[in-house]
Nanobody, 125 residues
Framework: VQLVESGGGLVQAGGSLKLSCAAS????????MAWFREVPEKEREFVAG????????ESADSMKGRFTASRDLVLNTIYLQMDSLKPEDTAVYYC???????????????????WGQGSQVTVSS
């Protein structure tokens, strides 16, 4: 099983980026998928998630209105649209998939069994 992120990079404050995460080796159409981010010396934090059937999306309170997750069940891919980026959004962004079938979106990283390698997003001021 592999989750491969793409789309990260350098962007100016106020700009937008869209991350993609393509899954292979397993169909995650019955699993919650989500995005987390991590900065040095801080715990990995939940960013946004999408329910197993793509009907429900949820974003962390601090990112609501700016970050939105979505997924394509046919392509087995999850996306993260990031708008109005701020320098404090600079982090390594990870996609993840829950190992539980038909679960709920959970903000705890311990709930997620499969992880991508991470994609660096840097926002300049």
């Amino acid at each position: 099983v592999q989750l491969v992120e793409s789309g990260g990079g350098l962007v100016q404050a106020g700009g937008s980026l869209k991350l993609s995460c393509a899954a292979s080796g397993r169909d995650f159409g019955r699993n919650v998928m989500a995005w987390f981010r991590e900065v040095p010396e801080k715990e990995r934090e939940f960013v946004a998630g999408v329910s197993w059937n793509a009907a429900i999306t949820e974003s962390a309170d601090s990112m609501k209105g700016r970050f939105t997750a979505s997924r394509d069940l046919v392509l087995n891919t999850i996306y993260l649209q990031m708008d109005s980026l701020k320098p404090e959004d600079t982090a390594v962004y990870y996609c993840a998939a829950d190992g539980t079938l038909f679960g709920d979106i959970d903000h705890a990283q311990s709930k997620y069994m499969y992880w991508g390698q991470g994609s660096q997003v840097t926002v300049s001021s």
